[in-house]
């Protein structure tokens, strides 16, 4: 039995693992952290979890959880995980951390992007960055696995078999994507009340979002050389889902099944990611609620471009079931346990 | 091994109960009737099933059909079943109907409220009404189940222990309904298209809407005379969901722990049916996507009244995991099988 | 030209009160209070404002402002004006008050429900209550003006003809409500996020809500006897909107005909309240934006009862545009200046 | 007075025009052409218009609507109008045409992206292109006005002053755009059901869509060369609005002042184009239902792109009240008669 604990329970995609774990086989959620929430029963505060867990919310920190479980989920804000971690932790439990503290392996790149200072830089090396489909065997043995963030899982497995195979030019990148309104949190802000965000559309942190740096780094990697790329997110009226639409320019002339054959090299046997049929575009509804990611492409011949989309929920690929599927590889489960939900229409 | 057919497959009932059998043990989805879309891959019709289900969108009869299956799921309009449907299928495989064809037993009131005639009046003696949790002996051996409507399985179950117990005026009841829009089907109409019911809501089918009679015939075999009630239901905003208000007299002076104790009486060892703790109301958000009922009631000294309140998911408790927990019943697996989802939130 | 203040611009009502009032004639808007965004300019707080009003919202008192306008608006939480407020300051100013300090002229009543102590019962008196069809004489010449709630508004005009005409048993009133989202205001709270209402609805305030007395009150006036009723209001997800369906026994045998003349009698020669043609029922998008209130009804020969439905938009018939009406017939503008906008669809 | 007839008066454009021109001075709506709903009267196809439009739909022919109005506004689907208008209609009346029969001056890329024959191509030299901030002047006297697409007034006005001025490489324009529900019609069609396009969102018409060209020929005639742009929109679920987020090579080295100075010259004397202030990006509910089109730029030196943000109502500025602007211009009246609504909020 795997004995789990996870810091910051009670925010959307805390309570999302929570609500995955429970029905993990081989898996007891021992601690559910929450400063706010200490005290009160979970089921209290998660209405859809009443008679289904009873416990309490517990405020405890890291290193007196540590010695008590295998794993420890930090759903938590930028920069508290590297403010308190340290080699004797991880040699305790380890550690799938849903911040950016040890996505980007450049310090300055993440001092400089997240405005703070980097604690703990020495960890960061034996960080694995965990999209699960790219690096699934240093995901294996990690003790500090660092989840991917929504955005940055959608641009990136979206884009990755052409920029490896430098089917697309690396600096013509131009990202747009769609979020639904809970990856903007569960805080108690204006700007996120219903009659704020209903029934409308905006582009926000534009030229300046951070997850710009995660995407470049991670296509970096995987082209062989430095990436640039624009990323412009937007917030639209919806509860979950990411939708990113990537321009590039070819990098030669490719037909349709010559990038389909690629597309299909990487990706017929993950099971968690689909190459739709052609001319079938993704869609976030059909992602929702499960780990899926959806992705297919268009080339413009007019114009030389072609356009990249994909879909998936950020609540689930793009932070808790992620999370999942790298605890199931990193504790030798199967990689599908407890995550084979099948999406929700309508 | 089970094996079932879906006739209407590809309505939202009929492509949930789909959704659910996939996944549950010991069950073969044998046929996916649709004469809309007959030809077609299933996954072409929902795209969330992409990779997931492979199967052809048959056009085959009942008659054909009963032969070759176990079990058949009807998500078929108001009277097509009872006007093909005859004692030699019911020989051959068990039937569990989503329409009203088989659940309101006076063939008057049917032929009245639904304005059609009753083409099988004699089979209607053998169908078993579906409210698992009342009726769950006589499901066990039914070759015809009727299973209820989304209204009609919210409003009674929140008012069932109240009326079998003679606690409230058995004619003062008022319920108020509240429905997300699946409830209106998959059908091409212009007042579903999302500019017409969104950021709107509305009463219809005022006095005549055809869930009354169900309900205040299953409430009468409650109470044990006959039932006469005010049933209106609304048209709001949100994909899913079911909230029944219902306002009744009290039939005497009872405190919150007399009610409570009788609802938990009845419901405390139901896993599906929730009874709320004290002031928390249900919603239907908590219980979306699951099998579960959330009820809970508020003593109105002042007035003499009592509010009782009901939620839950149309497409799973009012029409398809309900469908599925009678055929577990009726099959011999576990109730839960297949069907023990929990809700998502948000 | 009129000079008018609001306090509390920075709200919903207080906003739409503002955005009406610019385009009202021979009005000047010469204070925009808000406390929390004093010194910013209005247009930086509603971006749809954007070069339409260039002023600084102010933290001013109330005292400071009433000797250099004519009237000011009070779009403040319950409590604040009747705090404050003194014979003194409607010498010299008149007063559109959108709380419900001085809706309801039993102080004891007021106490009990809001839980505050009234400060100022010495005026409640003189206050006139904004119902402006029911109202409009004493409106006229009233120095305080007590703008109804929205609600009550909607629940009042929905059932007043039947009550003052004693057709309806006066306490046999089952009032179900629904509201968008705005009525909750424009406060930071979790419980009003886009994730926590979004595709959802709960009943709330059950048997305590705050509206009840209130519309009590106005009906028994109406009757000329003491009205009791059960109002259950229930929160939908959109942004504006009240839907209230009304259940009472009626108090003879009418016919369609004769209900609907009574209607017709009391309502049109209303601008604002628009009686629907048989089986019309209100919806909320058709009055959305606008100052009109929708009203309609259906016997039920079966039960004995009548169904009254009415809606209106919560953020003007419910608050500013009805506050502007009741300004107009106070300053004898035509009632109908600045607030004829015709409901946008969709 | 100028008499009016609208054919396609029950869609949601020119029900829009309908609602815009009833408020209109010294304009008369003679005719509200509507096959689908003739002999109805136009009130109870449009509940908010009742007892506002007291009028029947009629099924007349523009020929013989011609001799009696002195403007025809034409919301009818492509080709429409091409296939019927001849000559001697213009010598009667004036038309103002909302498809895209007229819009694109050259006939072959008209038939290649609609994949229909021009039956009226001789038509085309005379009619004008109805942006109105850019072609004031030729609008006033045309009797042929092509009132542009939605996206396409977004996506030019958003582009128009940068490459007019050369500031950008005119064939580096990466357009993604998001528009509301409203944009697919009021057709009964099962992709437009509230169930299918709520809380989700989706790419569509991938380097298809027709009002590519569109685009490309109006910023061709501003650039002073053919202009080629990717152009990819997107359906996201809410009533009404377009986000244009343009990604573009900047020619040279600018500040933000220099580019500020360039959209204030064209711009700041515009009544209905908003230049927002720094670091304040369009959010389409800041002009839903007005004549606003809000626009914005943010520049990223790392990258050496400048991304342009435009924001509109699709049934305003991109449809029904641009219709009317271009109305007022035609016949003398001030530019903003009838259309210089606020947008509301929430």
Not at 234 to 240: A, D, Q, T, Y
């Amino acid at each position: 039995m795997i004995r789990a604990g996870i810091i910051g329970s009670t925010g959307y995609a805390g309570a999302e693992i929570a609500r995955l774990l429970i029905k993990h086989k081989d898996t007891e959620v021992k601690w559910l952290v929450s400063r706010s929430f200490a005290g009160q029963n979970y089921q209290d505060v998660f209405g859809n979890l009443f008679e289904i867990i009873d416990k309490e919310c517990a405020d405890i920190s890291l290193d007196e959880m540590a010695g008590g479980v295998d794993v420890i989920f930090t759903a938590t804000p930028q920069g508290y995980l590297q403010g308190v971690l340290k080699k004797e932790i991880l040699d305790k439990c380890r550690i799938i951390d849903m911040s950016a503290d040890y996505r980007i392996k450049d310090v300055d790149i993440y001092e400089k992007w997240y405005g703070i200072k980097h604690n703990s830089p020495e960890l960061i090396k034996e960080a694995v960055y965990g999209l699960t489909e790219v690096n699934r065997d240093s995901i294996r043995n990690t003790r500090l696995l660092a989840n991917p963030g929504c955005f940055t899982t959608c641009s990136i497995l979206t884009a990755y078999p052409l920029m490896k195979e430098h089917m697309i030019d690396r600096n013509s990148l131009v990202i747009n994507a769609l979020s639904g309104v809970s990856g903007a949190g569960r805080g108690a802000k204006v700007q996120n009340l219903f009659c704020e965000v209903n029934e409308s559309a905006k582009a926000y942190g534009v030229t300046t979002h951070r997850h710009t740096p995660e995407i470049e780094e991670q296509l970096s990697y995987a082209y062989g050389e430095s990436v640039t790329l624009q990323f412009t997110p937007h917030l639209i009226p919806m509860h979950r889902g990411i939708l990113a639409t990537e321009t590039a320019k070819l990098a030669g002339s490719y037909s349709y099944d010559e990038i389909k054959a690629v597309y299909d090299r990487y990706y017929a046997s993950e099971k968690f990611i689909r190459v739709l049929k052609k001319d079938v575009y993704p869609e976030t509804r059909y992602v929702e609620g499960s780990n899926y990611v959806d992705v297919n492409f268009r080339i413009d011949e007019r114009t030389g471009n072609i356009i990249l989309m994909g879909a998936l929920d950020n609540l689930e690929k793009g932070a808790a079931s992620q999370a999942v599927q790298n605890f199931n590889v990193m504790f030798g489960f199967d990689e599908g346990e407890g995550i084979d939900m099948i999406p929700m229409v309508p």
